[in-house]
């Protein structure tokens, strides 16, 4: 099976991190959009509180982490109607979009839509359930195609890219007519800087009706707990419980103390606050340093990454910024339509957001 799988596009990177690490002030690394800010002390805690339990964890999440996850949806994104049975926390949000076809028993006969620019484990998880892969951004692309499973991911990776209240009901829309599941990837749903992003769930999008919608989320980005793997797919409840059925034979299961870590950072709003504006204050840096350096920024309106080009293959700009000792991943990662671009994380301390400042 591994040989019909794509090169790990990070591991392409080894030459350009070599460069930009010879540099004398060593490398500012915006290549990964990995957290480097301390996890709260409160999630912390939460965490270290559950370490003695030695019972196996459930496969659902506990009650307790599920109305957590409910009501922060509702606070934080205006969620509204979505039943506790119809969430289920997952061990990071890759490790479910990467299974997510598999789990729900899709295979060759069965087509799977992803962005024409797109996180590249919607393509893996399409590979290793041995389904056809679609790149579209316009419905009408499929033709009388149709589809099992249709992603969309807004604030996109790695553009930034929202999809307004019209496109996405007109993606519910079309999806419901002909049975397909829709998936949105809202890891980033938090991070919105020049345009307010909605969630598939939200009522404006799918009027209250969760039907044959998913959306995952991350804890990752909001409360830097890459490390910890938290995170959880909520809609459709029919769905939900066909997930949970997999996995519950799969042992597919959170860690107990990852759980209580969860609904420590869903409970708690202003650690989230504070992270969104050390994120704010980056980006606030960075943009105006690529456009005085030459580049221009397109889209980047919401979500962790700046999406810049100089007008040149993208490799080419790797090299120009790995000689000044910063690291990029090339747009060619997420699609042929970004072999122009290169995609900036915003996930670096401010010593070295202020580093790569003063080098462009």
């Not at 359930?129 to 604030?155: C, E, F, I, K, R």
């Not at 020049?194 to 799918?206: N, Q, R």
């Not at 943009?287 to 810049?308: I, Q």
Request: glycine share 10%; aromatic share 6%.
């Amino acid at each position: 099976m591994s040989a019909s799988l794509p090169v790990f596009p990070w591991d392409t990177l080894n030459d350009a991190r070599a460069l930009a690490d010879s540099h004398p002030g060593g490398i500012v690394d915006l290549s990964v959009g990995t957290p480097v800010d301390p996890v709260a002390p409160l999630i912390r805690e939460a965490l270290a509180s559950a370490s003695a339990l030695p019972g196996y964890p459930t496969t659902a999440g506990t009650p307790r982490l599920r109305e957590s996850a409910v009501k922060a949806l509702s606070r934080r994104f205006g969620v509204t109607g979505l039943a506790e049975t119809a969430v289920l926390p997952v061990i990071g949000t890759k490790e479910l979009i990467a299974w997510l076809p598999t789990l729900l028993g899709l295979g060759a006969a069965d087509l799977i839509v992803v962005p024409e620019l797109a996180y590249p484990t919607y393509d893996v998880g399409a590979r290793l359930a041995g389904s056809q892969t679609l790149h579209a951004d316009s419905l009408t692309q499929l033709g009388p195609q149709t589809p099992a499973l249709v992603y969309v991911n807004s604030p996109g990776n790695p553009t930034g890219r929202v999809l307004g209240v019209d496109h996405l009901r007109k993606v519910v829309a079309w999806a419901r007519e002909r049975g397909a599941l829709v998936a949105s990837d809202e890891c980033y749903l938090g991070l919105g800087w020049d345009a307010e992003p909605l969630s598939i769930l939200h009522p404006s999008v799918c009027d209250g009706d969760h039907t044959g919608l998913l959306a995952v989320h991350s804890l990752s980005k909001s409360s830097s707990l890459a490390g910890y793997r938290a995170g959880f797919v909520a809609g459709d409840p029919h769905v939900v419980g066909e997930l949970l059925a997999v996995r519950k034979h799969a042992g597919m299961m959170v860690p107990t103390p990852v759980q209580a870590a969860m609904v420590a950072a869903l409970d708690d709003d202003e650690h989230e606050r504070e992270q969104r504006e050390r994120y704010r204050r980056r980006r606030d840096l960075l943009l105006p340093a690529f456009r005085s350096a030459g580049f221009t920024v397109d889209h980047s309106e919401a979500g962790l990454y700046l999406w810049v080009t100089r007008g040149e293959p993208c490799r080419d700009t790797v090299g120009w910024l790995a000689q000044r000792g910063i690291l990029v991943a090339p747009g060619e990662f997420y699609g042929p339509r970004g072999a122009r671009h290169v995609r900036v994380a915003l996930t670096a301390t401010d010593e070295r957001i202020a580093a790569a400042v003063a080098r462009l």
